[in-house]
């Protein structure tokens, strides 16, 4: 069964905590760095637990995908050709 972070994970409250002082303790950013000590922790979880992370082949995510590239790998496709060295 998958841990599910929560309001009282205290590595959560620890990596906000963090967060928030290393941003120089602004005001009203702590559902910020609590979302963002979340998401932190939840992908060094899956990390240490052997599933796939995120941005990584297993996870079935193009890395990176902006426009551009997209374009250029849609049109070569469309052509038969190949994009580059990550084609190969």
């Known amino acids: 069964m998958e841990h599910t972070l929560g309001p009282d994970d205290p590595r959560v409250r620890e990596r906000a905590y963090r967060l928030w002082e290393?941003?120089?303790r602004p005001e009203h950013r702590h559902l910020d760095h609590w979302a963002q000590a979340a998401r932190e922790i939840e992908e060094e979880d899956r990390r240490n637990s052997g599933g796939p992370r995120v941005n990584?082949?297993?996870?079935?995510l193009a890395v990176p995908d902006d426009p551009a590239a997209r374009n250029q790998r849609e049109a070569a496709e469309h052509l038969g050709q190949s994009t580059g060295p990550s084609d190969r």
């Open 22 to 24: 290393e941003e120089g």
């Open 56 to 60: 990584s082949p297993d996870a079935g």
